[in-house]
């Protein structure tokens, strides 16, 4: 999530939602608001990280959002992108 400047705020994770989703002793609305599934402080990189800071952000959480040095967002790498990389590496 950004905000109107385009800064990172938070993240809201996949499992995170659907744990919230799916717990019984919560009734769910259409309207409902996220806010409090949001992750205000997820680990962040930028383009210079090297890959063994980003395995560490792999550990914790599933993506790693890419931010500038202004900490607006420039993209998101994921598991999956990371593996997609190592293989095009060994081919």
Do not use: C, W, Y
């Not at 890959?51 to 993209?75: P, R, S």
């Amino acid at each position: 999530m950004v905000g109107e400047d385009g800064r990172l705020v938070g993240i809201v994770r996949e499992i995170d939602l659907l744990d919230h989703l799916l717990r019984d002793d919560h009734a769910h609305e259409q309207g409902e608001a996220i806010e409090p599934i949001i992750n205000r402080h997820p680990m962040t990189a930028t383009t210079g990280t090297p890959l063994g800071k980003l395995v560490q952000i792999f550990k914790e959480q599933d993506a790693a959002v890419i931010v500038d040095d202004q900490h607006h967002v420039t993209g998101i790498l994921t598991k999956i992108d990371m593996l997609d990389f190592l293989a095009s590496q060994t081919g």
